[in-house]
């Protein structure tokens, strides 16, 4: 393919929806993962570097389906990037110190508490793993829902009880996925999660990059006309598709001062649907919540939803676990030649304040 004057921006948007379910796709344990926000205008100087680069070698642009540099060029060229990656690292370098305390402290937190668990679910690396993590199987949206069902269905409710309050109080009378609805004259559709109670239930949609929000509101319409009692909708989102929520529906997503973001669209038997916004911390959080208090928990339930949990934090919200901080801390800050930086780490802030608001809960 050739590339002229090319904007990568433009695929922003796509690799961040691409890694964000995933981020094992960026590492293999020897490749740098930089803090998606610190990069913001310091590009110029890379482009600066990489224009001085392609001038000298044109074939880093054509046809190949992996572009190399020239080893040619390494020996001088890195250099001109040393001065930017250190400046990287040096604003790094608080941030990973912060977030090791915060890590340390959320250990405490987890071997003082009344839970099976002495240790915080970040102690381990689970990131790297392909396909199959554990005893869950990632690699589909589906699996993600699978997972998550099953803590509905089991657990005497207790999951249900902490995300939904009253809504959906108790052990559910069934807890259905892939749920059949057919459309008749409209298209026919499959609800990812139907927690089925007396009076009506909750119907989740569970997102992980899929871009087809609208569905939702279709699929929502269908569980009422197939289900009688009251629903609760539910789109579950992670936060980096809160953008292409705002992109599909508009102004008909509301925040009201208390609770999840709402939107409110007109279905296509002309009721007026509500579906919740809800974000995967939330679920992770709560898990964590159940497990730090409860020490009556039956043992595989807790079991299973300390994986999910952990599985939440660093497949979906990008958390960096404690091991790869550590070593982070003690590695060599600066890139020479084809050596790469060890370890990887993500944001670092957002990681401190989700860890530091969980202590303080407890």
Partial sequence: MEVTNCNWATLDGWWESYVGPDQSVLTDGDTPILDTRWPDGQWASIGDWWTSYVTTDRSALVDDSVTTLDNGSLTDGWSDLDEWWRAYSEARQEDVEELLVALDRADKTWAAGQGPFDTDPLSADWRTARGSTGPIRITREEDWSYGLADLFRSGSGVLIGELFDDLCAGTPDSVETEAHLPGGSETTRYEDILINTQGGGVSIEVKIGDTNLRKTVETATLVERHYAGDWTHVLLLPAYQRPQLRDTFGEAVTEPPAGPP????????????EVQIRNWREISTALRAILLRNDELAPHWAASAYVVCTLIEQRILG????????????????????????????DAESEISYLQAITEDT
């Avoid at 709402?262 to 649907?273: C, G, K, L, N, Y």
């Avoid at 060599?332 to 030649?337: A, L, N, S």
């Fill in 262 to 273: 709402i939107v409110t669209a007109t279905a296509f038997d002309s009721r007026e649907i």
């Fill in 319 to 346: 958390f960096t676990p404690k091991s790869v901080v550590e070593k982070l801390a003690e590695a060599d800050d600066i890139v020479h030649d084809d050596v790469s930086l060890a370890v990887s780490t993500g």
